[in-house]
């Protein structure tokens, strides 16, 4: 079907537009901007009047929970979350039950996707067998199979002799490591920022050299070795210092953070707010800040939900007990628009960091509007208010440490292919 | 997070799961209130009637003989009737969750519940699921908090010693993993002691815990000098285990209590201890059955303080 | 209303008790106005046992309406009860709860031989049968009135009236 959207607001970061103009689709592409393409048969019109058009957004971590965790969320629930939250592409994690350590696997959750038709999944898939951490995966297969990059989720992989070689045999083909940096001997099943709240709270801790030691390891092997990294959910100031550094020699690393540690730290754990309870933790508001301070320098390439949908039984237990994660695919736009406002950054940079950066760390086409390519867009209305209840959530998991909160930013269209995929 | 979870509308307590957090007219009033509570201790008939009909449920995920024992004395002795429940942890893993196993409860008409548990937060948790009418009762979560056992110890002070303001206490031992040790420091704070400090190597330390408003020593030489009262904390074996600490010796030597260390506080400091102590670790028997230990009478105070808690809770 | 001198008050209901009192007679007084007067009691008919008191806290039946009253005097009964002659010293006897609850705290103490009470006033509005062998002078109080016994700066004993929606008593 062809469809026009008129007069909205078009925001399209990677081409640095940003103009109430009209966008024409057919066949499933862009087919321009602004003028009426020939020939161009209206066949829907979307009345875009004060919305934002964007790219669709693309999320670097969403777990679906399929394969193996149905009793937490369904390919069904989370897909249909993230069209309601404007996200047509994402990434997800290869910590499933089993775990993407098989191209079957990975072929059977791609064709479920795609027989969706709602967002694009790209899986990133397990570096290490099971990953335990031991035995390499058949990589290039998992790559035919379709998996984007190579990761062990927040799986820990202790012996950096493995890691060492485990990069050296990605590069062999190019691929990329996604790589959660948290030392596990450090981390010693601490749930919490090693700082003042977990020490009023009786917490254990994970110091923040957990992540910086894990860093540098990561940073000085692929030195060596020339592997491309993907620094996965940064979470301390120390850290980012370091990346950035790392940057300034050239090598090639890109970073992301999740949208909860844009916004909170230590002190909103509360009294045992098990919604807090997130990996990498919460840190300090210094912590925080320098996370912000990295996403306006360009240190931190890209913001990601991290979305991990939890049973409520799950997080109904005392904090170290309960299961650690919160779900995102529908807070990443307004949390990026509550930074975008406190830190008064121009849409067109902060929507950025969801779309045409995310993309590009991904290695697909899209997070674009670039005609001839996919259309794939996000028409949110920038002033719609809304409250973050269990209601209001599509997603199975109603994890989340805005629960109660009003935010301001909701998605009105989502279009996939050129085809809507949601309408609120 | 604005609202404080232990008092109700009125600013009463409704449930005690720390001693941070709460007004010092609370914990004096606490205080106070235990006072004619050790009388009744002291007589032949240590039963008063005041929570007849009342029923105590003591949910304890966490063995401790020790503790519960008291409770149970102090809830009888309010003519209370205890009902007593050692749950393994084993029994949670059937499948029963932590709430599951207090909504259980709940429908058996509790009063209120005396918890102990290993996570920090447990009893925050369950006080934010029980019915409005249940009172709950931390006796001790994890590493978080033990507020009965912190304000018998200050009672035992205030016996000794009478005015907080005065005071020099120090704290000395397994800072990090003491539920006894934060809970101390926030009632001192907050009862007006101008100066706590606490002793520790830095393996037994938590990150920034002189935000809690206390003076940090490594050396116990320079950290019990001029001390009014000196509180003592139970080293547990795990701590040589986990590599914090080589040996029980060289804690002893550098830490552990002799008489040659309590002689460099003041001639007339005081010695508590929460129990049970390791001799010969933490502390000397010479020092643990010497003239300054009240380490006995704090068993006393305490079933008298949980006397006065429990009163206080039922009357809101 | 006019209210009686409590000194006059006292000085007769002495006089009036002179005559009941042994050696083997013990007076508790009930906190805090029974207290004082006890005291004075205990000094003026030269009783040679010693003299006890009574927070009657943890026996009221008003607990779970009013909870823990704020405070709690200690108890001490320094005498053997078992067997022993008690005169009760309350300031005012009205509902008898009081009372009610004086007697169930003493029987904790022992089995006494007998108890018989003294009220400086009696302003009736019994709610349980409950009466006393010594008193000062019968008062009609209203009922939205509380009438309460305080002592002044110099020692001496006054009585004072005050609605009832103030103080706790």
Not at chain 2, 128 to 155: C, K, W, Y
Not at chain 2, 170 to 192: E, F, P, Y
Not at chain 3, 159 to 165: A, I, Q, T, V, W
Request: include cysteine; aromatic fraction near 6%.
């Amino acid at each position: 079907m062809n469809i026009a959207i008129r007069n909205g607001r078009v925001i399209d970061p990677k081409n640095s537009f940003d103009r109430v103009t009209d966008i024409y689709i057919r066949s499933g592409k862009i087919a321009s901007l602004g003028a009426v393409p020939p020939g161009f048969e209206v066949g829907r019109e979307i009345n875009a009047r004060g919305l934002i058009v964007c790219p669709g957004l693309v999320d670097l971590s969403a777990r679906l929970r399929e394969p193996g965790l149905e009793y937490k969320a369904t390919l069904e629930s989370e897909m249909g979350a993230a069209v309601a939250g404007g996200v047509t592409s994402l990434a997800c994690p290869p910590d499933t039950d089993p775990v993407l350590d098989e191209p079957g696997l990975v072929e059977m959750l791609k064709y479920r996707a795609r027989g969706r038709n709602q967002t694009r999944v790209y899986p990133i898939g397990a570096l290490t067998r099971g990953l335990r951490g031991e035995w390499l995966t058949e990589m290039a297969e998992l790559h035919s199979a379709g998996c984007v990059a190579f990761g062990q989720s927040d799986r820990p992989l202790p012996n950096n002799r493995v890691l060492m070689q485990a990069m050296q045999y990605a590069s062999t083909f190019g691929f990329c490591l996604w790589l959660r940096p948290q030392d596990v001997n450090l981390a010693d099943g601490g749930v919490a920022h090693d700082g003042e709240v977990a020490t009023r709270l009786g917490l254990a801790a994970i110091p923040v050299c957990a992540e910086t030691v894990a860093l540098s390891h990561i940073i000085l092997m692929a030195k060596e070795t020339g592997a491309r990294v993907h620094l996965c959910r940064l979470s301390s100031a120390e850290g980012v210092a370091m990346t950035r550094a790392a940057r300034k020699q050239g090598l090639p690393i890109t970073c992301d953070v999740a949208v909860n540690h844009v916004h909170l730290s230590e002190m909103d754990i509360g009294f045992f707010d098990s919604n807090c309870h997130l990996v990498p933790p919460l840190r300090s508001l210094g912590d925080r800040d320098a996370l912000r301070a990295g996403l306006l320098d360009g240190t931190i390439d890209a913001i990601c939900s991290d979305h991990a949908p939890v049973d409520e039984d799950a997080k109904l237990l005392p904090f170290a007990e309960a299961e650690a994660g919160a779900t995102g695919l529908e807070l990443l736009l307004p949390l990026t628009l509550k930074w975008a406002a406190e830190t008064k950054l121009p849409l067109v940079a902060a929507l950025s960091r969801i779309t045409g950066e995310p993309a590009r760390i991904l290695g697909v086409e899209a997070g674009h509007l670039t005609p001839g390519g996919d259309a794939d867009l996000c028409i949110f209305d920038p002033d719609h208010y809304w409250t973050i209840e269990a209601s209001t959530l599509k997603s199975q998991g109603k994890n989340t440490p805005f629960l109660g909160w009003e935010l301001q930013g909701k998605v009105k269209y989502t279009l996939i292919n050129g085809n809507v995929v949601y309408a609120d | 997070m604005s609202n404080n979870p232990q008092l109700n509308k009125s600013g009463q307590l409704q449930h005690l799961l720390t001693t941070e957090g709460l007004p010092a007219s609370i914990l004096l009033n606490i205080l106070d209130t235990a006072e004619p509570f050790v009388g009744v201790t002291e007589r032949d008939v240590k039963k008063v009637p005041l929570l007849r009909g009342k029923s105590i449920f003591n949910l304890f995920f966490e063995p401790s003989t020790r503790t519960r024992t008291t409770f149970e004395i102090a809830a009888k002795r309010l003519s209370a009737d205890v009902i007593n429940l050692n749950i393994a942890v084993s029994s949670q893993s059937k499948g029963e969750t932590l709430l599951d196993t207090v909504n259980n409860l709940s429908a058996m008409h509790a009063d209120m519940f005396v918890v102990r548990h290993a996570q920090s937060g447990a009893a925050h948790l369950i006080a934010q699921h029980v019915r409005s009418e249940i009172h709950v009762i931390n006796a001790g979560d994890g590493r978080h908090a033990h507020p009965t056992q912190a304000l018998l110890d200050m009672f035992t002070i205030r016996r000794c010693k009478r005015d907080f303001h005065n005071l020099r206490v120090a704290i000395v031992g397994d800072i990090l993993h003491s539920r006894v040790a934060r809970s101390q420091i926030h009632a001192l704070t907050t009862l007006g002691v101008p100066e706590v400090r606490v002793i520790a190597p830095k393996t037994l330390l938590p990150a920034k815990v002189e935000r809690l408003g206390v003076h940090v020593y490594h050396d116990m030489a320079k950290g019990l000098k001029d001390v009014d009262v000196l509180m003592m904390l139970r080293l547990q074996n795990e701590r040589m285990l986990s590599a914090r600490l080589p040996s029980a010796e060289e804690y002893f030597k550098y830490y552990g209590l002799t008489p040659e260390k309590l002689a460099l506080a003041k001639p007339d400091a005081i010695v508590l201890h929460p129990g049970p102590m390791n001799r010969g670790v933490e502390i000397d028997s010479v020092v643990a059955d010497g003239k300054q230990s009240v380490i006995l009478p704090q068993v006393t105070f305490g079933i008298a303080v949980r006397m006065a808690v429990m009163s206080i809770l039922a009357g809101s | 209303m006019q209210l009686p001198e409590a000194e006059d008050l006292l000085a007769a209901l002495t006089d009036r008790m002179r005559q009941g009192i042994s050696t083997d007679t013990a007076v508790v007084g009930i906190h805090t106005g029974g207290v004082w007067l006890a005291e004075r009691l205990h000094r003026d008919l030269q009783l040679a046992l010693p003299l006890g008191a009574l927070d009657v806290s943890f026996y009221r039946d008003d607990f779970g309406q009013i909870g823990l009253h704020p405070q709690i005097r200690p108890s001490d009964i320094p005498f053997k009860v078992e067997g022993s002659h008690i005169i009760l010293v309350d300031d005012v006897l009205y509902t008898g709860r009081t009372i009610r609850a004086a007697i169930n705290e003493l029987f904790d103490y022992g089995r006494p031989a007998s108890i018989r009470l003294a009220a400086l006033i009696d302003r009736g509005g019994r709610e349980l049968p409950i009466a006393a062998q010594y008193i000062g002078a019968t008062l009609d109080v209203p009922p939205a009135k509380m009438l309460a016994l305080e002592k002044k700066a110099n020692g001496k004993l006054g009585l004072s009236l005050y609605d009832k929606r103030q103080g706790n008593e």
